[in-house]
């Protein structure tokens, strides 16, 4: 590291630190739609990048990266499959769930099917999915880079990278964790540009990249070790191609044709974390312009990390691909290979100095965006679906500082799991956390489809179809870890079940689609309607109606009753808020009488509560610490509802004529590098 680099480090931190600050203090963070949805009030263009930057993260850069290292530019075809599924969700699925007035999509299964079991469940698989597949990934692969660069240890890495992730999050909400992404992407972008064009030269341009790559063998001895392992190292033939042979270990043409579309379409669709930032837009023009514009901005991965990463195994040969589990210790430290190190040794030795600092940047650029908006999406779900049933009175207030505080446990857990992604899939990354996905996301994704498309499918149904897909994907979950696949080389039998060493997890998503899917259809069609009446704007048939709907809920009841019970259908939510709210306002009362002069309580707390109430921007006068303030009646929420879906005919003619451009572009892309 030379004194440029630190400098431009340092200038970074210094404009995202203020940019953060800036945009905390404009925020209205005392509120839950403030602070978890921006006050749904986000123009195309943040709405667009955020959506990208919380996709990229640094595990993209590391893995990605990895990937084409490891097997060419296969592995591009996840980001080329987003093009389309982010043209469903805008056009699709969230007119439906912005109709629907929730914040969350466990919220909105207990809108569609009532009860409290499946919003329960949901909840906490989306929890456990952000720190299996998201924040303990992009913590690994932080740590990663900042091993290459900084030679730091990797936890005083991670928990560094933590504390500047939750200050964000913590203080601003989503509205600075937004602010924060624009600006980071422009960075991301320009950054990882420089550093594609710098790698395109040193190998010498881009078809010898493609001639070279197929060439490419470590030498036979490196760190006093015979690395040469051809049967492992050796490239294959297809390197070129994102559709392969049904039997490719990495891309299978019926797994990336099938299997991907399902999880694509769990991620941009039905993730928290993606769903978040469109339903804080202004309106459906807004959303469907960020969704395109996103769209585009997917294209980029291909060309900024794959490509880069095919660069690094020419440039850097012993180190990348080596496969002797003994050298690669040594390189790297892990047993299972170091293509992970590939962008790493980019930035590390390609970029000169100043430059270098600036791609160090970019990959901390990376990484907290990503964790921030995971951050707020796990706080947002555990406060609004969780807490509120654990605390059923929980007032405005409460919910938003246990958001907050939900956090940094968060951030613990994930922590601890860390050691987990070291060791998983031959350490490349970016297939660890696409086979996670593929064993835990498919049955979501069958139940939401049928949710918003089929007004026939019921709780009973969707309760029964989530479980039988969840016992089987949690089988090959766990098998997928006891069974350790042999390393490459070393001669001996791979002795894994054919359930695990044979089904491609792509493949495997496929057949837990279609179990929950026809489990679902089955137990509803034995089983009892719901009523029309309960379902107006809440399927994509019936988003654009005016009829208020009588909800399906259960009576207030406490988190482990709920679990196991299905629907009590009423014809109107029982107000069993109004005596505690008058206890409580008589209480406040009481308590502001007997405060010091001038009129309010909060200067009779001790000075660190009066720092956490600066900090988290909370007015201990807002109506929010009486109420749930969130919460809209029927008319308000048809009225919200009539307001989002609303497009002016010139934007929605705009909206649609870049759509269909786009859509022509993936499918371009998909033919010319098939």
Not at 235 to 258: L, N
Not at 260 to 277: A, E, N, Y
Request: with cysteine; net charge positive.
């Amino acid at each position: 590291m030379y004194w440029e680099d630190i400098l431009v480090i340092a200038i970074y931190f210094f404009a995202v630190l203020a940019v953060g600050v800036w945009s905390s203090v404009k925020a209205k963070r005392d509120s839950v739609s403030g602070f978890f949805l921006a006050s749904r009030n986000m123009p195309w263009v943040l709405v667009a990048f955020s959506l990208f930057a919380s996709n990229v993260g640094s595990s993209m850069f590391i893995g990605l990266a990895g990937a084409g290292a490891s097997s060419g530019i296969g592995m591009a075809v996840f980001e080329f499959n987003a093009i389309f599924v982010l043209l469903l969700m805008g056009w699709i699925c969230l007119p439906v769930f912005m109709a629907a007035g929730v914040f969350t999509m466990p919220e909105y299964m207990q809108k569609r099917f009532g009860g409290q079991r499946i919003r329960i469940y949901l909840s906490i698989l989306y929890l456990f999915l952000c720190i299996f597949t998201k924040i303990s990934a992009d913590l690994y692969a932080g740590a990663v880079f900042i091993k290459q660069a900084f030679d730091w240890d990797l936890y005083i890495s991670v928990v560094a990278l933590l504390l500047i992730s939750a200050i964000f999050t913590i203080t601003g909400g989503l509205n600075a964790v937004i602010m924060t992404d624009f600006v980071q992407t422009i960075l991301i972008v320009g950054g990882a540009t420089g550093l594609m064009i710098l790698s395109f030269e040193k190998v010498g341009g881009y078809s010898q990249l493609i001639q070279k790559y197929k060439e490419t063998h470590p030498n036979k001895s490196y760190v006093g070790y015979d690395i040469n392992n051809e049967s492992c190292s050796k490239v294959s033939d297809d390197y070129m191609h994102i559709i392969r042979e049904p039997s490719d270990p990495v891309v299978p043409w019926p797994g990336t044709t099938f299997g991907l579309t399902i999880i694509s379409v769990w991620h941009w669709c039905f993730d928290q974390v993606f769903v978040q930032r469109l339903l804080c837009a202004k309106n459906i023009s807004h959303a469907k312009a960020g969704c395109v514009v996103a769209g585009y901005l997917k294209i980029l991965p291909m060309f900024l990390v794959v490509f880069p990463g095919m660069a690094a195994r020419i440039l850097f040969t012993d180190e990348v691909a080596c496969s002797n589990p003994e050298a690669c210790e040594v390189i790297c430290g892990s047993r299972n290979g170091c293509t992970n190190i590939a962008y790493s040794l980019l930035v590390v030795r390609l970029m000169p100095a100043g430059a270098s600092g600036l791609m160090l940047a970019v990959m901390m650029a990376a990484l907290v965006t990503s964790l921030t908006s995971v951050f707020n999406s796990s706080s947002t779900l555990f406060a609004i679906d969780i807490w509120n049933k654990i605390r059923p009175r929980a007032t405005e207030i409460e919910v938003l500082v246990v958001g907050r505080v939900f956090i940094v446990v968060h951030m613990a857990i994930s922590i601890a799991w860390i050691p987990i992604v070291k060791q998983a899939h031959s350490s490349q990354l970016f297939h660890y956390t696409q086979s996670v996905s593929s064993y835990l996301s498919p049955p979501v994704c069958a139940i939401f489809i049928l949710a918003l498309l089929w007004e026939r499918i019921n709780e009973i149904g969707a309760f029964f179809g989530l479980m039988a897909g969840f016992i089987l994907g949690m089988i090959r979950f766990i098998m997928d870890f006891f069974f350790i696949p042999p390393p490459c080389g070393d001669g001996k039998p791979d002795l894994r079940p054919f359930f695990v060493s044979k089904i491609h997890y792509l493949h495997f998503a496929i057949i837990l689609f279609v179990v929950t899917a026809i489990t679902a259809t089955v137990v509803s069609l034995l089983t009892k309607p719901i009523n029309k009446k309960h379902l107006y704007r809440l399927t994509f048939s019936t988003r654009h109606s005016t009829q208020v709907r009588a909800e399906i809920d259960l009576p207030i009841i406490t988190l482990s009753q709920s679990v196991l019970q299905g629907p009590h259908i009423t014809e109107e939510k029982q107000d069993t808020s109004t005596s505690l709210k008058t206890t409580e306002m008589k209480s406040l009362s009481h308590k502001k009488s007997r405060s010091e002069p001038g009129g309010t309580s909060k200067f009779r707390l001790p000075w660190w509560k009066r720092g956490v109430v600066f900090i988290c921007g909370i007015n201990l006068n807002h109506k929010s610490a009486q109420t749930k303030s969130w919460h809209l009646s029927s008319q308000e929420q048809i009225v919200e509802a009539e307001k989002f879906l609303s497009e002016r005919p010139l934007w929605k003619k705009v909206c649609n004529v870049n759509g269909i451009v786009l859509f022509c572009v993936g499918v371009f892309l998909y033919t010319f590098f098939a």
